[in-house]
């Protein structure tokens, strides 16, 4: 790595860090979040939903494995700007293409390496997540501040559509699996993973542009309905919550991941609300309130759904029930209709860096479609 110049980091309450610059050079804005994840970071960069956010990583040493072409969640790098402590000086993987600096730099992200990530993820959790800039520009702190003020906040920020696909595609099931299902999936800020978790059961699936209403995602005639994850507040999703609402009338099988959790609790006529610091890391308890059983779980998400945890609720769809609960907070983390085939969840059950202790929800997205009236040929 080369030598680098200094980096200042800058919260919108006025802590300062001082740092030396990682990646590109330059300023950025975006809303400070931590990441506790030990393993994953370029599916971290490269998922959607951190559009807008400069992303702090605890673990303290990061970029050991460099970048491949294999790995990324989409087709860049999303995070606004990334917090290291310590970035890796050698890069040692069989895949690596390039180091992590490197991709950085590419990519245009301005980063910075401080000692101090533990006093900052501390005061992101005692404070809340806030606004937040990195420079290696800007030499008077107080100047910077001024500019974090002046941005938007992630409440009311609508953003799925920054990040979506501007036209469908397809993803086929691998060579020699079946395509036994069509879905269609509406693309909020979609992870590369998530369709091709569907593919490998047999689903063909049909990525759709966030601003699919009802009529589209009909349109095609499809076994089941995905909503997907993706960056911003689920109360600006006007859109999309109507779209789903269109699904659940015409009683399509329905999944929802993270802003897809929330769009369904949103189509259900319940609230969301923006946590302190949110769940960000790879090793997030929940329980599944039917079974008992705990998962560890991949998280990312800095709002949540606002329903009673203990009782089956009632809908316009019927009754409902909060499906997992997270275990650090008892936010909710799962929602189940009684009356309808839909469910989703909060936290990731895709997670290409694990782990995988959810991935049967994939098997039970498809049962729900199995369990469908024969569709008529497509
Ligand atoms: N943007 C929403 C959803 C995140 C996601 O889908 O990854 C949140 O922060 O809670």
Redesign the pocket.
């Known amino acids: 790595m080369s030598e680098s110049g200094p980096a200042i980091l800058v919260l919108e309450d006025g802590r300062v860090f001082h740092g030396r610059s990682f990646g590109a050079t330059g300023e950025t804005f975006g809303e400070a979040v931590f990441n506790t994840g030990m393993t994953g970071y370029q599916e971290t960069l490269t ?1 959607p ?1 951190y559009h807008r956010q400069i992303v702090v990583m605890t673990a303290p040493h990061i970029g050991n494995t460099g970048v491949n072409d294999d790995d990324p969640e989409s087709g860049r790098v999303w995070v606004a700007g990334y917090v290291v402590r310590e970035p890796a000086r050698i890069t040692s993987n069989w895949r690596a293409e390039r180091t992590l600096d490197e991709e950085l730099r590419r990519q245009g992200v301005v980063g910075v390496s401080l000692t101090g990530t533990r006093a900052l993820t501390r005061h992101l959790r005692d404070r809340g997540v806030m606004r937040a800039a990195i420079s290696t520009t800007e030499t008077d702190p107080l100047a910077l501040l001024e500019r974090v003020r002046q941005q938007p906040a992630m409440a009311g920020a609508d953003l799925a559509a920054e990040v979506s696909t501007r036209e469908p595609y397809e993803v086929m099931p691998p060579e020699g699996v079946p395509a036994r299902f069509h879905v269609a999936a509406v693309d ?2 979609i992870k590369a993973m998530t369709p091709q978790r569907l593919a490998e059961r047999g689903c063909r699936v049909t990525v759709l542009p966030a601003s699919a209403t009802t009529e589209d995602i009909l349109a095609l005639d499809p076994d089941g309905v995905f909503f997907s ?6 109360a600006t999703a006007d859109g999309p919550v109507a779209a789903m609402r269109g699904v659940l009338d015409a009683g399509r099988p329905l999944f929802g ?4 959790n ?1 769009i369904l609790g949103r189509a259900l006529d319940l609230g969301t609300y923006k946590l302190p610091f ?1 769940h960000r890391g790879v090793n997030q308890p929940v329980i599944d309130t039917r079974s008992g059983r705990v998962a560890i779980t991949s998280q ?5 759904v606002d329903a009673p945890l203990d009782t089956p609720f009632d809908t316009p769809y019927g009754r409902a029930e909060v499906s997992h609960i997270g275990l650090n907070d008892r936010v909710v983390e799962g929602l189940r209709l009684l009356d309808r085939p839909a469910f989703s969840v909060q936290f990731h059950p895709e997670a290409a860096a694990g782990p995988h202790d959810a991935a049967e929800l994939f098997d039970a997205f498809v049962d729900l479609m199995s369990a469908q009236p024969a569709p008529a040929a497509k």
């Open positions: 998922d939903s909020l800020g994850n993706g960056p911003g507040d689920p991941i993270c802003f897809g929330q949110g990312n998400h800095g709002f949540a």
